[in-house]
């Protein structure tokens, strides 16, 4: 799948997973957020739902088996191409799509979900560097977005209940 | 773009708009859902954001200008080809992906959105036979989906605090 300068938005999911009172993150090893801490998750893919997506990507990058709850964050993230700057040839690529004038490097609309543990041993394993558990007062540590601080904020407050 | 027998999930944003007690339906002049009636609606552009998106479709559908207050649904819809049935040939096309074995026709994940009326007069537009303002209580004359059903639902409770 063509995750940049994509022909269109490409939806990704993520697993917000709260557990003893700490939350599951991971070091990224791709574009985007490279080498940046954040939620584990990925591209879903042609005919699977939402929540099998989510236990999929978060089973894959950390290898632990986790049960979406419910949706705590929808949220878009468009990156455009710099100006000026050369995008890899490829002979079956069309134009890429632009936007206001610029061509749109990355756009992925992304759905957290607040996940239970259900069992595994944490292992880092495709497409990240590192993954942990982290307690909140250690969060601001990890240079997150906002959006992901909202989303584990949220799932701290869902799950705790 | 490619709505059948698509690459990956296509991501479609709809506008639930509550006006006067009434929310705001169409009827749908092609698949998925065609000749039903519908929350007014269809898929994400390249670069787009979300609430621009909303505002675009419920645009072009019924030429009303709406503003998306906040998520009030997400979910997805997965529809398998019919066993044995052909499906266009296209050049450029590569193999349908398949799920358990069969054919993904059609692949959305939908997000609808809460939205107030801004202006604009109804006149129904693009993709759709005909568009109108229900009141809650003629709601089941229409035969939406639960989902649809459950969307109104909140966007009512949400914008009539």
Redesign the interface.
């Known amino acids: ?1 063509k995750r940049e300068y ?6 990704a999911v993520g697993g917000v997973v709260i557990h003893r009172r700490r939350v599951l993150l991971v070091r990224r090893s791709r574009e985007p957020l490279k080498g940046r801490w954040s939620i584990p998750g990925g ?8 929540a099998e997506g989510v236990r999929r990507e978060v089973k894959e990058e950390t290898g632990l088996e986790v049960e979406p709850v419910q ?1 705590v964050a ?1 949220l ?1 993230r ?1 990156l ?1 191409a710099r100006r000026g700057a050369a995008h890899a040839k490829d002979s079956n690529r069309q134009q890429p ?4 004038g ?1 061509r ?1 490097r990355y ?1 992925y ?1 992304i ?1 957290d979900y607040a996940c239970r543990l259900k069992s595994g041993l944490l292992r880092p394993a495709s497409d990240v560097l590192d993954a942990r558990w982290v307690a909140p007062p250690e969060l601001t540590r990890y240079r997150l977005t906002q959006a992901a601080r909202s989303a584990i904020g949220e799932a701290f407050r869902l799950l705790s209940k």
Chains 1, 2 share one sequence.
Do not use: Q, T
């Not at 994509?6 to 939806?11: A, K, T």
């Not at 799509?97 to 206001?100: E, F, M, P, V, W």
């Open positions: 799948m994509p022909d269109r938005p490409v939806i591209a879903l893919e042609v005919g699977e739902r939402l949706v929808v878009d468009v455009y799509r632009r936007r206001h610029r749109v756009h609309v759905i």
